[in-house]
């Protein structure tokens, strides 16, 4: 991970990083917290069929994913469910209809730093399948896979493959 090392404060370099969760600087003890952040991930369901895009941009450029993304300040999870859906696949949903499942741990690595997340997963269902609208700088394709095909050395995040181990052997 790369370390900051300049205070926000004094500006000297003398912040220290404690491995986990804060810098401190040893100057003028300012302390900066590494705070986790939300992410949202939503598994669109038909059936016994999920629909999955594959990244187009790093991390992990070529791997499949579940439509979500980061929480914005002030924004409710599902609502934030709600903005991605419609930013990434033009999908507008109700989010009333918005099944919260589970919430797991992950580390987002972009740029050389590592975002500690809390990545909250729902279920949305819908009647038919479809084709989404692409916002092809983040997505360039996306995929019905029947749940029961699922492999997970095609998922891109540790979170979405533990989230999908228990999601699989729940569905069986």
Known sequence: MKILKFCPNCGKETLNWDGEKKW???????TLYNNVAGAVAVVIRCGDEIYLTRRNQEPKKGKLDLAGGFVDPKESA??????????????????????????????????????????????????????????LSEISETHWIKISEINLDDIAFDSQKLFFERYISNNK
Not at 89 to 98: A, K, R, S, Y
């Open 78 to 135: 599902e609502n934030t469910c709600k903005r991605e859906l419609s930013e990434e696949l033009e999908l507008e949903i109700d989010i009333d209809n918005l099944k919260y499942l589970i919430s797991l741990p992950n580390v987002y690595q972009y740029k050389e730093i590592d975002y500690n997340t809390i990545d909250l997963f729902y279920e949305y269902s819908v009647a038919e399948k479809f084709e989404a609208n692409l916002a």
């Open 24 to 30: 401190r600087c040893h100057e003028c003890s300012f």
